[in-house]
């Protein structure tokens, strides 16, 4: 499985760990970026880059960071295919639903708002979720 990657300089560090994560464990690992840490940089210009991917290959899965997470996460919506879901701390059921109902490919994170441990933990259960398949998800994603 190929994981997208890209943030500004708000979730730079935080993706820089978990691209080491991910490799260790064994993903293939793109990183479109920001490729170091200039606090003028602008989300949009990284995150279309990885939607974009990812609606060629709805299959493909990524990792976006910013501030909230939020402003990623409507930019990446934008795109056809693309089911991008934010996770800023708390519960993490949400992010186990994004998967099982949603089938969202895109795992949005507020890096101002979580630990890299929290980061860490949420990534690991979003990638191990599946997509249940259930006939009522079907048909509400064919509605997007």
């Known amino acids: 499985m190929i994981i997208?990657?890209?943030t500004d300089h708000a979730g730079f560090k935080l993706k820089e760990?978990?691209?080491?994560?991910?490799?260790?464990?064994?993903?293939?690992i793109v990183d479109h970026g920001a490729t170091s840490l200039n606090k003028g940089d602008d989300y949009p210009d990284f995150i279309a880059a990885v939607a974009e991917a990812v609606s060629k290959n709805p299959e493909d899965k990524a990792i976006i960071l910013g501030g909230s997470g939020e402003g990623e996460a409507m930019v990446a919506?934008?795109?056809k295919n693309v089911?991008?879901?934010?996770?800023?701390?708390g519960d993490d059921k949400i992010v186990k639903l994004s998967r099982?109902?949603?089938n969202a490919n895109v795992l949005s994170i507020g890096a101002r708002f979580v630990s890299e441990r929290e980061a860490v933990?949420?990534?690991k259960l979003w990638l191990a979720t599946?997509?249940?398949?259930?006939?009522?998800?079907?048909?509400?994603?064919?509605?997007?």
Not at 22 to 27: A, D, V
Request: hydrophobic share 35%.
């Open 130 to 144: 599946s997509f249940s398949g259930d006939a009522r998800h079907i048909r509400r994603i064919n509605k997007f």
């Open 17 to 28: 760990h978990l691209k080491v994560i991910l490799g260790k464990l064994g993903y293939d």
């Open 77 to 79: 919506n934008r795109h």
């Open 4 to 6: 997208h990657l890209a």
């Open 100 to 102: 099982e109902h949603n």
């Open 83 to 89: 089911r991008a879901t934010v996770y800023y701390g």
């Open 121 to 123: 933990a949420a990534v």
